[in-house]
């Protein structure tokens, strides 16, 4: 049993940045056996796929809308995962989840995920 939690969702204007964690903890604490993944779900809509990064930190992969803004990053000796978010734009308001999988396939569907944070709240004023 994999435990997570976000942390780093605030309040940014348009063009602004933010830095997401998300630290593992529990009795089965590590996350270097999973491949890790953000979503995000803006209200009255479905939580989507927003990147994804392998176990080893090898893989990652993108949506389209997020490609050259956004960094996912992994430190599995400190049981973390981050995401950069850079130029931020009102359409990327919407409460960001990690999540792991114990196989890096179709990385973008997010019942292939086992484990979930409560998630953090991110809001990008114009």
């Known amino acids: 049993q994999v435990q997570l939690a976000e942390s780093g969702g605030g309040l940014v204007q348009a063009g602004g940045s933010l830095r997401l964690s998300c630290a593992a903890s529990?009795?089965?604490?590590?996350?270097?056996?999973?491949?890790m993944g953000w979503f995000r779900q803006a209200p009255g809509k479905d939580r989507v796929s927003v990147a994804a990064?392998?176990?080893?930190?090898?893989?990652?992969n993108y949506a389209d809308s997020v490609k050259g803004r956004f960094t996912i990053s992994r430190d599995n000796a400190k049981n973390a995962l981050y995401l950069q978010m850079n130029g931020l734009r009102p359409e990327d308001t919407a409460v960001y989840y990690c999540?792991?999988?114990?196989?890096?396939?179709?990385?973008?569907?997010?019942?292939?995920?086992?484990?979930w944070g409560q998630g953090t709240q991110v809001t990008v004023s114009s």
């Open positions: 529990g009795r089965t604490s590590s996350i270097s056996g999973y491949a």
């Open positions: 990064i392998s176990w080893s930190g090898l893989s990652v």
């Open positions: 999540a792991a999988t114990d196989s890096y396939t179709n990385v973008d569907v997010k019942e292939k995920y086992d484990y």
